[in-house]
């Protein structure tokens, strides 16, 4: 039998493990494979707590794992688990590796170091979802929370993304704006204003 659709082997997958059986017929559907687990922002939330070396994945390593992922039943690659992805200059690579293999990418990103060119380089390897952390709809909210960033800075790199992204047409990568509610916070809300810089922008 060929390889089954995304969407029918997860069904499968569901069917296995809703009949509480001990063994399902392929491995994981998702990986995630971490690219570096050095960051260039030191936020108070941050589950990286030094234990580890920093280093970045040697890319031997990394197409052998990406070789073995589509036979072992692996539909999506997560380019991400706790450092900056953007740190590691071959990233644009490792996106077009993955999809050279038939798989779906996805990255998660402070996007500081969202240039225009590594923007340009993600959306030429073929990104299938970028993640983005903002975590502030304000200067000041944010800039409290992810340190060492700069607000404004990381808005304009996210713009130009989605402008590229227009300009080209392209339905992918899926782009995700995402937030962190905290305790001390619970009535946070989006506020319009900043809703409204993405007005016409291929915010998904």
């Known amino acids: ?15 296995y493990y809703l009949r509480m059986t001990e063994t399902t ?11 570096t687990n050095a960051c260039n922002l030191q936020c108070y939330t941050c589950s990286i707590d030094g234990t580890r070396k920093r280093g970045f994945m040697d890319m ?6 990406i ?15 706790g450092g900056e992805p953007l740190l590691h ?3 644009p690579y490792m996106v077009e590796y993955v999809v050279s293999r038939g798989l779906e990418t996805r990255i998660y990103t402070n996007a500081c170091l969202l240039t ?10 073929g990104l299938n979802f970028l993640g983005i952390s903002i975590d502030g709809d304000n200067k000041e909210e944010y800039e409290s929370m992810r340190i060492g960033a700069n607000y404004e800075k ?18 992918k990568p899926y ?11 619970p009535n946070q809300e989006i506020a319009p204003e900043f809703k409204a810089q993405f007005d016409g922008l291929p915010l998904d």
């Open 1 to 15: 039998m060929g390889r089954l659709s995304k969407k029918w082997a997860n069904y499968r997958r569901r069917w």
């Open 25 to 35: 017929p392929t491995g994981p559907l998702y990986i995630n494979v971490e690219p």
């Open 60 to 65: 031997d390593l990394f197409r052998k794992i």
């Open 67 to 81: 070789d073995q992922a589509p036979e072992s039943g692996v539909y999506e690659v997560a380019l991400f688990m």
């Open 89 to 91: 200059k071959d990233l």
């Open 116 to 125: 225009r060119d590594k923007s340009e380089t993600l959306l030429d390897a």
């Open 154 to 171: 990381v808005m304009g790199n996210l713009i130009t993304f989605l402008e590229l992204k227009k300009e080209r047409g392209l339905s």
């Open 175 to 185: 782009v995700s704006l995402q937030m962190i509610k905290l305790l001390e916070n």
